[in-house]
């Protein structure tokens, strides 16, 4: 039998749920989808082969065809229609961030536990070959005491520069880099030093630089702007052994030991979606823990509240 999935929010982000699921195969399809435009969402079940469609998230969440719902809305709806899903017993995919704050993230993990679903996040970097090439070579570097990456990509608009959606910088970018600091290096960081800024003015934080301090005397230096018209997305690990560098737009890796530096090409695919879906459709089949569970999610809102705070006061705060 095929997991029935309800696809809420067909944006940019969604249509890519959508072209995953065409490429699925037996294990799961898009059975029905959701935005508040109903004639937009008739198309896009249409384009898809979705037979059902929707202009409120509450009929979908009804929908007994459906046994897991992705969330792609924007942020500041994420909680509501998460928590409506897995009161009705769906199995949940939610976008980052879990939610616009800690609060918002632990009551969607909540209503998860309770209704005995699967939750997992849409951290999907952490499916990126730049990702796994770090972490396949990392154990070369010896003891890591600093990881330094950032994310830089042109203006954006839209709820992404609305405060009330938790748009900007930390929230909307900083976010990915939080989850990779621990999923990579596998520690938590514990206060957080954070500089933001407007450069552009466009109402929200459209740059910050953090420092995050790490157990065993290591650092990470995150920084991630919306200001420049070209896009630069790297990682970089310095050990006592050794330095590791990755470079998306590149394609690049290099690893430099002692006197000898080499590079490789990046290999693996781009499209981290498919992948992610792939783990949570298995988890939900075989009854197991999705890798990227709702505390994976949690702990990047929480540090990019503390960022929040850091900046505010100018001042280190405690994550
Ligand atoms: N993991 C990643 O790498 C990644 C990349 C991009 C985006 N994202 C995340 O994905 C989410 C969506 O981003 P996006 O770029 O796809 O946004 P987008 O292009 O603006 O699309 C948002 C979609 O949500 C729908 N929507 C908004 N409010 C809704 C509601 N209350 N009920 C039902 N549908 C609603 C909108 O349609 P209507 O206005 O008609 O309702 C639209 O179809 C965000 O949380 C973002 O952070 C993650």
Redesign the pocket.
Known sequence: MKLGIGL???????SRYAESLSKMGGKAELVAV????LP?AERFAATWGAKKAYGD?KDLARDRDVDAVIV????S??VE?AVEAAENGKHLLV???LGRTVREAEEIISSARRNGVKLTV????RYHPMTLASIKFLGELGHVYLAAMCKRQPEVA??RIDRRERGGAIM?LGV?LFDLTEFVLKKRPTAVYCQARQVLGSGVEDSFVAVLDLPGNAVAVLDASTISKSRTDRMEFAGTEGHLSADRYSREVCLAKGGSRISFPMTGPDATVRLLLDDFVDSIIEGKEPPITGEDGLEAVRVAEACYRSSETNSKVAT
Do not use: M, Q, Y
């Open positions: 809420v929010g067909l944006g940019r982000h969604g959701c935005r508040r435009n937009e998230h792609a809305t924007p942020n709806s994420h229609i976008e980052k961030p849409g951290h999907s970097f839209g709820w909307d990915h």
